[in-house]
């Protein structure tokens, strides 16, 4: 097991662009659920687009700190599939919404 620990300058810069980021998100799902600009059942495909709020905060923080080398390797620290030792934790999500759809 790898015992790296994470010692980041900007934990509450982190917690402010990711709220700032997901500000617009959560306006249209109160709008939308209070039918004052879409229908109440489209609140919940506004939620949606809260979920690349953190992405991005890191994705930013990370380009300050380390440059455009520190940003991809960030991207290629997300999406290295090698790197996932217990592969069976994620099929249970994954087999729901599979039995789910039919």
């Given amino acids: 097991m790898n015992n790296s620990t994470v ?3 900007f934990p509450l810069a982190f917690f402010v662009l990711t709220f700032l980021f997901a500000i617009p998100s959560y ?15 489209m609140a919940f495909l506004f939620m949606v687009l ?15 700190e380390n440059g455009w080398d520190g940003a991809k390797k960030l991207l290629g620290r997300a999406f290295d599939l090698k790197r996932i030792v217990e592969r069976y934790g994620m099929h249970p999500p994954f087999s729901c919404c599979l039995s789910s759809s039919s």
């Fill in 7 to 9: 010692k980041s300058k």
């Fill in 27 to 41: 306006t249209l799902v109160a709008l939308a659920s209070n039918n004052i600009v879409f229908t109440p059942e």
């Fill in 50 to 64: 809260a979920a690349p709020a953190p992405i991005a905060a890191a994705l930013i923080l990370t380009f300050k």
